[in-house]
């Protein structure tokens, strides 16, 4: 303790700074949630099975509205074309929705989560690469970060250890992860449009009088409507769903047998695999430039992944083979069976095959069943979007909970207002469902990985709008995402040591001043310079110092009693604290969250259960023992709006913690610390528990750093480019981090600082 408490020399500077600044580490955390989340019943994965068709196959389910029609954009003219398109249908259902994703892919689940960044958390975790520059090793010891150990001579343990070493890998992984948002994003934006379009241009059908003005326009008013409500939430009407694509799965499934029986049975022969090489034999470039429609049978696909996360795996695995395939085939093979005895209708081959009696309950349950459609579409895509924010990886945008109970429901009002009027640009642009549909398919070979032969192909019929939003989302994503990384280096290079603040003495230099200040900063160790930045040009401060590193990890969700991580900065009396406050991609950071009076409350018990030695002169560690009054954590909920620490009377002195987050169910969350007698029978009070809980009192200031970066002016142009100019556009547009981070504006005090990178 001598030892310790010398001034620093130049030969130990470094040794005392690495002792004084430790990382976090297990011990500054609460125990880990040890509550394994049970096996549904049988009952409940048939309700999940159910449930999931109004929101994982309605993009699915709506491709029978326009393949036909975006497969033979110039007419059928052969019967053989007809059986090679359809029998490449039904293997490409076979092969890609239902063995591949169905059954190998769900495999790959982050915790029962699907979707890009859920399979790009996956993968950095086993092959321990950071997604974030201030992850901590700690932060593997959470039980929702799960890992396992592979063999090192196996191929899984090679490719592991290559990721782990190549940096270059490393950004590749990146930059694919990007490229496939950027490339959902864009779905986003179709389906809408050719959803809505295709089932409204059915009117055409039995009211030949309707040009395509009309269905153009009403198609418009629809997208209106649909991307208006959105600031409403999915709650009210997500019930209607499900029962609404049953209805239409149900149809279209029964409407198909209707026209195999009918028309043609002889069609059925497609399902022998031959048709398929007869039809790139007989016409190989046409054949090439139709699979682009042909692919436009599977667009949705990715939502058997992406939306797994809502419901389980078991209930997707069990609704698409055993329901929404047969539904599918039939419907395929059915119009197929029309088409082959009526040629001329493959523009509308849908509508033509429904029977007279139900065109028109037809009609209305498609228009409502391509609505139900895009709304998934639109969801998925708030959903992605969140996910990239979390991760650093998308500009900050204004994030908006519909619904308390639901957590997965979020609008985003500047995506939803672009994403309407990109899509009724498209919609009046293209005017038809053929380049929209090969706008479509481009997306689709994109996310899929076809050859680029494909692709070329299909560019030359409108296939180029897809590839020009991915690439402008891709850019904005790159951009922000290479700004983040070189915003964190430069704060890594100008932190404070901290045998510079010790050497300040206990009030630091400063006037130290009622209250808690709350110092942000990206570094999950060390002082910000904001810190230093501060003193210089305001020479007071806070009694209470938090410096907070709020980051998200890549596991879907934190439990809410691992959230907090905290340790000591110096001595009892500099009263400085470090916090990292660990959130999940999936996880809510939410106005109503109660941040603060979580941070304290969790500050409080880290206080009295790790710093028992420090909290009192009077009582060595020896004398002080954890004791449990009830559950610390019951129902699974944190330690928060705690209101009190008072002494209690009973046979022992001890102190306790009292929060009334579960009043309504008559409970009380509470930590009970048994002193052991002493000299004197006297209640004791924690003196760091009463010194903050009155800071407390006094009121609460969050100090953001308001940081700007520039490229040095020996830079390149492409550095300069991105840095001074797309960079610095994307940080005037977004949103503030004070907003994101959902701090009152009267609380906020921003420190301005400008650094060249």
């Known amino acids: 303790m001598a030892e310790a408490s010398q001034p620093p020399t130049a030969g130990n500077l470094f040794e005392l700074n690495m002792r004084l600044d430790q990382p976090l580490d297990a011990e500054a955390e609460q125990l880990p949630s040890s509550a394994e989340p049970k096996a549904p019943s049988a009952f409940t994965t048939l309700r999940f099975a159910f449930q999931s068709l109004g929101i994982v196959y309605g993009d699915l389910g709506t491709s029978p509205l326009y393949v036909y029609h975006s497969t033979f954009p110039d007419g059928l003219t052969e019967k053989e074309d007809l059986m090679g398109a359809l029998s490449l249908i039904i293997y490409l259902l076979l092969l890609i929705p239902l063995l591949k994703y169905t059954f190998i892919v769900m495999k790959a689940n982050d915790n029962g989560q699907g979707g890009t960044f859920s399979l790009y958390s996956l993968i950095c975790r086993h092959a321990r690469v950071d997604t974030i520059p201030s992850q901590h090793w700690t932060d593997r010891m959470l039980t929702t970060y799960q890992s396992h150990v ?329 951009t922000w995402h290479y700004g983040m990384l070189k915003k964190y280096e430069v704060e890594q290079q100008n932190k404070v040591p901290v045998s510079w603040i010790l050497g300040l003495g206990p009030c630091l230099g400063l006037v130290r001043v009622p209250g808690i200040g709350f110092i942000y900063s990206e570094l999950a160790h060390g002082v910000p310079s904001i810190f230093s930045h501060f003193m210089t040009h305001l020479p007071a401060i806070h009694a209470v110092v938090v410096f907070v590193c709020v980051k998200y990890l890549p596991v879907n969700i934190v439990p809410e009693e691992e959230r907090f991580l905290f340790r000591r900065i110096g001595p009892k009396e500099f009263r400085l604290y470090r916090c990292v406050a660990r959130y999940g991609y999936r996880d809510l950071h939410k106005r109503d969250d109660k941040f603060e009076d979580n941070l304290i409350s969790n500050l409080s018990l880290y206080i009295m259960q790790n710093c028992p030695s420090e909290s009192t002169s009077v009582y060595d560690e020896g004398s002080v023992s954890h004791v449990v009054e009830s559950p610390l954590l019951p129902d699974g909920q944190s330690t928060t709006g705690m209101q009190s620490i008072r002494e209690l009377s009973s046979g022992t002195n001890s102190i306790e913690i009292t929060s009334p987050a579960h009043t309504s169910k008559n409970t009380t969350q509470r930590v009970r610390f048994a002193i052991e007698q002493v000299e004197s029978e006297t209640e004791v009070e924690d003196e760091d528990v009463a010194f903050l809980q009155e800071a407390r009192r006094a009121g609460i200031v969050h100090i953001l750093g308001d940081v700007v970066i520039k490229a040095k002016s020996h830079s390149n142009i492409g550095k300069k480019f991105l840095i001074d100019y797309m960079y610095a556009l994307l940080q005037r547009i977004c949103r503030e981090n004070s907003a994101a981070l959902n701090i009152p504006h009267e609380n906020l005090l921003n420190v301005g600082q400008v650094y060249f990178v």
């Open 150 to 478: 592979l063999d090192e001579k196996s191929v899984a343990g090679k490719t592991k250890h290559w990721l782990e070493e190549n940096t270059y890998a490393q950004k590749l992984l990146v930059l694919l992860v990007l490229f496939g948002t950027s490339m959902l994003i864009g779905d986003g934006l179709l389906t809408p449009a050719i959803s809505v379009l295709s089932s409204v241009g059915g009117i055409q059908v039995n009211k030949p009088q309707v040009n395509d003005d009309w269905v153009l326009a009403l198609a418009c008013i629809i997208l209106v409507l649909l991307f208006s409500v959105q600031r409403f939430g999915t709650g009210k009407v997500g019930w209607f769903f499900a029962p609404a694509v049953f209805v239409w799965f149900l149809s279209i499934g029964l409407i198909g047998i209707y026209n195999i029986v009918k028309h043609d049975p002889v069609v059925l022969k497609a399902f022998l695999p031959t048709y398929i090489f007869r039809y790139f034999q007989g016409h190989a470039k046409k054949s090439w430039v139709s699979l682009g429609g042909i692919l436009l049978s599977i667009t949705g696909t990715e939502a058997l992944y992406a939306d797994v996360g809502h419901f389980t795996v078991s209930s997707v695995q069990i609704a698409f083979p055993f329901f929404v395939l047969p539904c599918l085939l039939a419907s395929y093979v059915g119009q197929a069976a029309y088409l082959s005895k009526h040629p001329g209708d493959v523009t509308h081959a849908f509508y033509r095959s429904i029977p007279e009696p139900v065109y028109w309950p037809m009609f209305v349950v498609a228009t409502v069943a391509a609505i139900i459609a895009s709304q998934a579409t639109i969801t998925a895509t708030f959903a992605t979007i969140k996910q990239a924010v979390a991760l650093g990886c998308f500009p900050r945008v204004k994030l908006v909970f519909t619904s308390s109970k639901h957590l997965g429901q979020v609008y985003i009002p500047e995506i939803n207002w672009i994403l309407m009027v990109l899509c009724i640009i498209i919609t009046a642009g293209f005017r038809g469902t053929i380049q929209i549909g090969n706008a479509y398919g481009i997306a689709v070979v994109a996310l899929m990985l076809v050859t680029t032969m494909l692709m070329i192909l299909v560019m030359l019929l409108g296939g180029w709008a897809p590839l020009v939003i991915g690439g402008l989302c891709l850019a904005v994503m790159f």
